[in-house]
Each structure stands twice: as C-alpha cells, then as structure tokens.
C-alpha cells in the first residue's frame, strides 16, 4: 500500500502583522538613495577635475588657446571614473543572480 501524500500546509501571515517588512523597506530605499548620490557626485567631481585647465597666471584666457587639465587633476579624475564604474559593476553583480 502506498503512503498517504499530506497536502502541503501554507502559513498566512497573522492579521494583526503586516507581511511587508517596512524598516526592511526603508533600509534598502536609504541606502539606494544615498548610493546614488554618492556616485553622482564622484562622477560630477571628475568631470570637474577634467574641466580643470592650468593657467600659468591664474587668469583664464578669452579666446581660443584651449589648455589641458594638470596630470594630477586627470589622474584624480580617472580615479573618480574608476571607482563610478565599480559601483556600477557591484550593483549589478548584486542583481545578476549568475554570478554569484
């Protein structure tokens, strides 16, 4: 004789609890936001790092003559790319379940 399959139970949340987590919620919408902010303004500081020129005197020139950023302000810059692009991969590494 075969045994006798039970149907699976389903447990149901309890009425007087909510079955989302909302501190849970929160946490990752603060921590979105803030990361978000956090590589706009590394990308925005490179790109004004590379805006940068090196004027001699400290005067900016009229026009023409363009002049190219310091080798600190690009090396800075790329820095600030660099680190954009690794918070992007990490991001998406954190989504991507097959690569893990």
């Known amino acids: 004789m075969a045994p006798v399959r039970m149907a699976p139970q389903i447990h149901l949340a309890p009425q007087n609890r909510s079955a989302l987590d909302w501190s849970g919620l ?3 919408a603060l921590v979105s936001i803030g990361a978000t902010v956090g590589v706009v303004f590394v ?3 490179g790109v004004r ?3 940068q020129r090196d004027e001699p005197d400290g005067r900016p020139r ?3 003559g363009r002049r190219r950023p310091s080798p ?3 090396a800075v810059a790329g ?3 660099l680190a954009c692009a690794a918070a992007v ?3 998406l590494y954190l989504i991507v379940p097959q690569f893990h």
């Open 89 to 91: 991969a990490y991001g």
């Open 62 to 64: 009229l026009a023409g």
């Open 79 to 81: 820095l600030c790319f």
């Open 43 to 45: 990308f925005a500081l």
């Open 72 to 74: 600190l302000a690009r």
């Open 49 to 51: 790092l590379l805006s």
């Open 26 to 28: 929160g946490e990752v």
